[in-house]
């Protein structure tokens, strides 16, 4: 089978997918989609083909395209079950769902790429506007996740076994960072995340490890 996948370095989105390929320890081609580049490379008809939302990622199993990271990762869970990235209680796999969303839903989509731009170009925020808007959401995300996280995380954000939770976890906090977030308030999240930053999975799916990064 031939797997690629169509990414950014520094999409959080991508590095997600990312991880979970990694971790499953299946064999994939990393094809860059530059964000920025030309207007976009998103936006050219032959990535629109494959996702009309114009985003990254793009997963491509035997030519066959799946966008939406999360639901890559369900598509992955499903079709490579070992090692798994859900725990088998039904009630954690919610937690994990959860917890997921809060990251998937609730802070990533509000502070991207295009929304960045939007606001900038369509809103006349400057770019320390745009910046302080992306950290409020961040702060008011992570608030949630360092509460939730304090109830049913362990080692990592759900327990001691790393999960989709986990996945979404990492990136955001180098979102984070990028926006300059004090994370002094979130103890939680900044020790799982040292504990994860040490897995190999996790070190090969860092954007400085990209083949497109910058």
Known sequence: MSRVLLGYWRSSSSWRVRIALNWKALSYETVPVHLVADGGRQHRPEHRAMNPMRQVPVLLEDGVPLSQSVAILEYLEERYPEPPLLPADPWLRARVRQLTEVVNSGI???QNLSVMQRL?????????????????WIEQGFVALEALVEKVG??????????FADLCLVPQIYNA???AVD?????????????????PAFVRAHPSQQPDAV
């Open 108 to 110: 990533q989509p509000i």
């Open 154 to 163: 362990g080692q990592y954000c759900v327990g001691d076994a790393v999960s």
């Open 120 to 136: 900038k170009g369509e809103f006349a925020l400057t770019p320390e506007q745009a910046k302080i808007w992306s950290r409020g």
């Open 183 to 199: 994370l002094s308030p979130f103890p939680r999240l900044t020790a799982i995340e040292a504990c994860l930053e040490q897995l």
């Open 177 to 179: 960072r990028r926006f």
